[in-house]
């Protein structure tokens, strides 16, 4: 489940901290609002030269103090995430172990988002906004990355990509492209000696910990569970991860329209992406055999949190969830207290070591398992190509006696 709307949040700003001293002594002072639209004209060449893209018109520019901020967070997420969507949502990630049962969701959101949210654009209106508390050398991060994606919306629709109903792998990689790109473009335009494209491959991932560090000491950020907070980072530094790459393999060209990823796994692994190996459709076969509460799939970004926390380790995780080919799941039951999950794999090998990494991941969550619930893992193909599913559910639910099936399309 992903943030929505484009927003810069303050992981971008790790690019330019201690070592960003030519960014800093570039940064001015900006009081009123006039000022603050002269700041951003002068930067309107310089975003233009960096995406390789012109502006058919330029953004609005305002301010709004930190509880406009707030307010506008809270109407976009109960706009795009309604209660019933939301307590969908809420249930499978409390399924998966991704949050504890206890976790109030809406509410942690809504204060992490308000806490992160250094500045956003708003395609609705296309108005750049500035939050009044944020300081000189901050306040240009946020411009440079904003305007780009001001400027990506006059080129490809923004809500389109963002606002893709239970598809939430193929909107996390559209998002880790308008962020990544947002924040590959901004480098030059903030330090013009640096060329990003020449940056070693990995460099930008290999900050990942650096932002997770200086964020933690942000209060909403640091007591996030992980899930959270890697969702948060990922599509600005993987997103940027990606854009180097792009940017080498295919100069002059933009990464939209029917270039565009499909999956986080094109995201993580670009050669995937440059031989095409698109995802497959998991499509649940009627009767649902149940109340059907929430549907939706994780995608290989995702899998691999889930398996790092199951299993404790990134490594192991990254290689049990390689040669991800697609995934589905469904939250049943008038409790939603039922999982049931299938994930389809390359080949063989690939679905031997993710049912493997799996089961002795919920395991370890559930030592011995609970009374009341029961697991099943197992290996099985659909429509030929090998799958795994997983079902969680309490020891008596009816659904035991006819599990929901899944086709590929």
């Known amino acids: 489940m992903k943030?929505?709307?484009?927003?810069?949040?303050?992981?971008?700003?790790?690019?330019?901290?201690?070592?960003?001293?030519?960014?800093q002594e570039r940064a001015t002072r900006v009081q009123s609002e006039a000022a603050l639209r002269r700041t951003v004209e002068q930067m309107v060449p310089?975003?233009?030269?960096?995406?390789?893209?012109?502006?058919?018109?330029?953004?609005?520019?305002?301010?709004?103090?930190?509880?406009?901020?707030?307010?506008?967070?809270?109407?976009?997420?109960?706009?795009?995430?309604?209660?019933?969507?939301?307590?969908?949502a809420q249930a499978a990630y409390r399924l998966f172990g991704l949050i504890p049962d206890t976790l109030d969701l809406r509410r942690v959101l809504v204060n992490l988002l308000t806490e992160q949210i250094a500045g956003y654009y708003d395609p609705d209106s296309n108005a750049l906004f500035v939050p009044s508390d944020i300081d000189p050398f901050q306040l240009r991060i946020v411009v440079s990355h904003e305007?780009?994606?001001?400027?990506?919306?006059?080129?490809?629709?923004?809500d389109s990509l963002?606002?893709?109903?239970?598809?939430n792998?193929?909107?996390?990689?559209?998002?880790?492209?308008?962020?990544?790109?947002?924040?590959?473009?901004?480098?030059?335009?903030?330090?013009?000696?640096?060329?990003?494209?020449?940056?070693?491959?990995?460099?930008?991932?290999?900050?990942?910990?650096v932002a997770s560090q200086q964020q933690a000491q942000m209060p909403e950020f640091a007591q996030a569970p992980p899930w959270l907070r890697e969702t948060l980072i990922f599509p600005y530094l993987g997103g940027a991860e990606f854009i180097r790459w792009f940017e080498r393999q295919y100069p002059g060209k933009q990464p939209y329209g029917a270039l565009m990823p499909t999956s986080t796994e094109q995201?993580?692994?670009?050669?995937?992406y440059a031989a095409g190996d698109q995802p497959r459709s998991l499509v649940f076969e009627p009767p649902a055999g149940d109340t059907v509460v929430y549907e939706d799939d994780l995608g290989e970004f995702e899998i691999r949190l889930l398996l790092t926390q199951l299993l404790g380790s990134e490594d192991r995780a990254a290689t049990s969830a390689s040669g991800w080919a697609g995934d589905r799941y469904r939250v049943l039951g008038g409790r939603a207290d039922a999982l049931v999950w299938y994930t389809a794999w390359d080949d063989g090998p690939a679905a031997d070591r993710f049912a493997d990494g799996l089961?002795?991941?919920?395991?370890?969550?559930?030592?011995?398992?609970?009374?009341?619930?029961?697991?099943?893992?197992a290996?099985?193909?659909?429509?030929?190509?090998p799958a795994v599913r997983l079902v969680d559910a309490p020891v008596g639910w009816a659904g035991w006696k006819s599990l929901p099936q899944v086709g590929l399309r």
């Open 359 to 377: 089961r002795r991941g919920w395991e370890r969550r559930w030592p011995g398992g609970p009374a009341d619930r029961r697991s099943e893992i």
């Open 3 to 23: 943030r929505r709307w484009v927003a810069a949040a303050l992981p971008v700003a790790t690019l330019f901290g201690a070592g960003g001293s030519g960014c």
């Open 169 to 209: 792998d193929r909107r996390a990689a559209a998002q880790a492209v308008l962020e990544g790109q947002a924040t590959f473009a901004q480098i030059p335009v903030l330090m013009p000696e640096q060329r990003p494209e020449t940056l070693p491959p990995g460099w930008f991932w290999r900050q990942r910990e």
């Open 162 to 167: 963002i606002q893709q109903k239970r598809h």
């Open 46 to 88: 310089a975003v233009e030269r960096a995406t390789g893209l012109k502006f058919k018109r330029h953004p609005a520019v305002l301010r709004r103090n930190r509880s406009q901020v707030r307010d506008y967070v809270v109407h976009k997420f109960d706009e795009e995430l309604p209660p019933a969507e939301l307590a969908g």
């Open 147 to 158: 305007l780009v994606h001001a400027l990506q919306h006059q080129y490809v629709n923004l």
């Open 267 to 272: 995201i993580l692994d670009p050669t995937r």
């Open 379 to 385: 290996r099985l193909t659909v429509a030929g190509r």
